[in-house]
């Protein structure tokens, strides 16, 4: 299946994009992250991250679906 993941902070850094479109066999947002994870060596775990499916906030063990688009996002500080 085909879905877009979208990255931000230091994982846009560490992916070198903010977004790709990429197939997956994975099912789950937490499997997805993991190769994602892994493709991109990814530092930080899924516990320190949120995860949104198709513009709002959503759980690791939610599965996605076709053309969904997944966004990975780090904890920000700001002054």
């Known amino acids: 299946m085909r ?3 979208l990255y931000f902070a230091s994982l846009r850094d560490a ?5 790709e479109d990429v197939d997956v066999d994975k099912i789950s947002l937490a499997e ?4 994602a994870k892994v493709r991109h060596r990814f530092a930080l775990p ?4 949120r995860v949104a499916r198709n ?3 959503a759980q ?3 599965n996605a ?3 969904d688009e997944i966004a990975f996002m ?6």
């Open 3 to 5: 879905v877009r993941l």
């Open 15 to 19: 992916a070198q994009c903010d977004a």
């Open 32 to 35: 997805i992250y993991d190769a």
């Open 46 to 49: 899924r516990e320190k991250l």
């Open 55 to 57: 513009g709002a906030f």
């Open 60 to 62: 690791w063990n939610e």
């Open 65 to 67: 679906v076709e053309r």
């Open 74 to 79: 780090p904890p920000v500080s700001g002054g």
